[in-house]
């Protein structure tokens, strides 16, 4: 702890390094801390920013998990992926996206209406498919993707044949 009180005075201070630490999960820190100290030590610090409450992995992932679906309009997979990706272990962010409150097939209606209205208004297949490939790279299910194009005033195929 020492190391980082005597770096960060020399960066501009305890409490830029406090919110730089409080910005990023253990993995992050752990795999920064290894650049200029032995694991032993790296782990020390985090262990000890974990006991002072500096890092919180949970308050990391529902941060994330609310821009992910909120803000960027992801799906719960795609988002669980990314959070997964940064280094969350997996009920951490599984639990992180349950908390959030999001009207999944009113989210694909508006992201259908900003990105992909032509693909409704188009009478070719292909763009049924396409608009479902589109969507599903977002992370959506299939089942919350035909009813939201269902409430946005379009009729879904019937077979999903014509849909995959």
């Given at each position: ?21 409080i910005a990023i999960i253990r993995k992050e820190l752990y795999d920064k801390l290894l650049r ?123 077979d999903e044949e014509d849909w995959e």
């Open positions: 702890m020492s190391w980082i009180c005597r770096r960060s005075t020399a960066a501009g201070g305890k409490k830029r390094t406090i919110s730089w630490a200029y100290i032995s694991p032993e030590a790296a782990g020390m610090v985090c262990d000890l920013m974990e006991e002072q409450r500096f890092l919180n992995d949970e308050a990391y992932a529902a941060k994330y998990a609310r821009y992910y679906l909120e803000t960027k309009k992801w799906g719960a997979r795609r988002a669980k992926y990314e959070l997964i990706r940064k280094g969350i272990d997996p009920l951490t962010a599984e639990t992180a996206l349950e908390a959030c409150e999001v009207d999944t097939v009113a989210q694909i209606c508006t992201v259908i209406e900003k990105k992909y209205t032509r693909f409704l208004n188009d009478e070719d297949p292909r763009a049924k498919k396409k608009l479902t490939a589109a969507l599903m790279r977002l992370g959506y299910d299939y089942r919350d993707i035909r009813e939201a194009v269902e409430r946005c005033g379009e009729e879904a195929p019937e």
